[in-house]
């Protein structure tokens, strides 16, 4: 007996020492998943406009939970989650109303942003209601903006990010093509409009990803998430020109933010 009581007292020292880490293990994980920060910054693709259920106490801004950032917060619980995205947010915007919750714990940031300084609603109105000629020109216009102008203010907005949140891994997403050519639709824009309205997206799609890889963030484009689920798709997961409810047009439904958005984030954090 006396042999086999240090061996067990050994036995249930060492389980207990065991038990005691995985316990200590947990608790640093747990420790290090309440700690976790994440702030939602940018325009209307990443409030969710389009998706509908807006969150009433955000007015204009429209931010929804069926957005992409409040869907990836409810389903990963950081402690702190600050969604300041908004509807109609240019890069000034950002900087001047969006980057209050940035600060030294804050571990992710996800954007959208660059659309509205480029000019989209402008464009999509001038091609919807003018003619070809015109729509082309209005998108050689914001191209030339996309040239000139836009990569001077992304540096402006991911500067200050980088300034507010050293440490954070920051997701920048870019813009779905709009139209399937050769699709469903038998009226609306031409496919002349609709090729170039695409081509404006990828254009503006990689002016972004540019300055967000010069800086050391993360692009994800959603454009392969949105392909066969464009406008003229017959599976659209955004929404075309809406008469009744005109800024939901051109922006992601609820599927186009769980099942396009989301994923393509999700993949990146």
Not at 71 to 80: C, G, I, N, R, V
Request: net charge neutral.
């Amino acid at each position: 007996m006396s042999k086999r009581m240090p061996r067990l007292a050994a036995l249930a020292s060492s389980l207990l020492l065991a038990a005691g880490a995985a316990l200590f293990g947990a608790g640093q994980a747990a420790a290090a998943q309440a700690d976790f920060g994440y702030v939602a910054l940018g325009d209307s693709y990443s409030s969710g406009v389009g998706a509908g259920n807006y969150d009433g106490s955000s007015g204009s801004c429209k931010r929804t939970t069926r957005a992409y950032p409040a869907l990836w917060a409810a389903a990963h619980s950081p402690q702190t989650f600050a969604f300041t995205a908004c509807s109609g947010a240019r890069t000034g915007d950002v900087l001047a109303n969006q980057l209050g919750p940035l600060n030294s714990g804050t571990d992710l940031v996800s954007i959208t942003v660059g659309g509205n300084d480029a000019g989209f609603s402008d464009v999509m109105t001038t091609c919807v209601l003018q003619s070809e000629s015109t729509c082309v020109s209005r998108v050689n216009e914001a191209k030339r903006y996309v040239d000139s102008t836009l990569p001077g203010q992304l540096d402006q907005v991911y500067d200050a990010i980088r300034g507010r949140a050293p440490a954070a891994r920051v997701v920048v997403l870019g813009y779905p093509r709009f139209y399937k050519l050769n699709g469903t639709c038998v009226a609306g824009l031409t496919e002349g409009e609709r090729s170039a309205i695409n081509g404006a997206a990828d254009y503006l799609n990689a002016a972004i990803a540019k300055r967000a890889a010069d800086h050391g963030y993360a692009f994800a484009s959603v454009v392969g998430a949105f392909t066969g689920h464009e406008i003229c798709s017959g599976s659209a997961w955004l929404h075309s020109v809406n008469w009744t409810n005109i800024g939901e047009s051109y922006h992601p439904t609820a599927t186009g933010q769980s099942s396009g958005y989301l994923p393509v984030f999700s993949g990146q954090v």
